[in-house]
Structure formats: C-alpha cells, structure tokens
C-alpha cells in the first residue's frame, strides 16, 4: 500500500498559479504511477493528469494541456501538479493516486491496476 499526502492547495485569482505536491512513501517509487484528480461536487473523479514514475511518461486531458505540468521528484517521492493560467472551471478538490501504471483513452486519463488515493487538497479559482 501506498501512502500519499497532497500539499499546495488554496485560493488564486483566474489566471494565476499553484503548485500542487504529493509525497509518497510505503513502497519503492519507481514501482508505480501517480495521477492526479479533481473532483466536482455531484460528479465522477476526473483524471487530470498522470506520470508513470518509471519512465517519466506524462499524460494529461485536453482541457489542461499546455496550462498544467506534472513531474517527478524521485529523490524526494514526489510528484509535483503545476497548474498555470488557472481558470474558474479548475475549481475542484484534487487527489493524488497511485497505481501500476497510468495511461490516457479517449481523453480520459486512468490508473491501472489497484489504486491508492491521498486525501485530497481544495483548489478554488475566483474572479
């Protein structure tokens, strides 16, 4: 099992940045993919974003590609969610996962495989 504790939330204006972190431990690192997610209230998680932390292999949905970065930081376990150029729609709560790989279908990204989830940070765009 995995352990993941999201970090970085708050409130930014449209337009602005935040960087999202999540950290992991409880197993080797390389071992597995980390995703992240958003959640809507009243709607399914979102995949938005994942790294296979093997390969560094990034996906991400098209409704934030150009504008959000993922990366990895194997020395420290974590993986970093850079989110630029924010807008109201990125409102969400954000969840980090893992699984045992990630990949992306039809613009939707996934994890595969068993999945662990962190306990989520509160991003709020405002105007």
């Known amino acids: 099992e995995v352990q993941l504790v999201e970090s970085g939330g708050g409130l930014v204006q449209v337009g602005g940045s935040l960087r999202l972190s999540c950290a992991a431990s409880?197993?080797?690192?390389?071992?597995?993919?980390i995703g992240w997610f958003r959640h809507y209230p009243g709607k399914e998680r979102e995949g938005v974003s994942c790294?296979?932390?093997?390969?560094?292999?990034?996906h991400y949905i098209n409704s934030v590609k150009g504008r959000f970065t993922i990366s990895s930081d194997h020395a420290k376990k974590i993986v970093y969610l850079q989110m630029n150029s924010l807008k109201l729609e990125d409102t969400a709560v954000y969840y980090c996962?893992?699984?045992?790989?990630?990949?992306?279908?039809?613009?939707?990204?996934?994890?595969?495989?068993?999945?662990?989830w962190g306990q989520g940070t509160q991003v709020t765009v405002s105007s």
């Open positions: 790294i296979g932390t093997t390969n560094d292999v990034t």
């Open positions: 996962a893992s699984g045992a790989g990630c990949a992306e279908a039809m613009g939707i990204v996934y994890l595969l495989g068993n999945i662990d």
């Open positions: 409880g197993s080797t690192f390389d071992d597995y993919a």
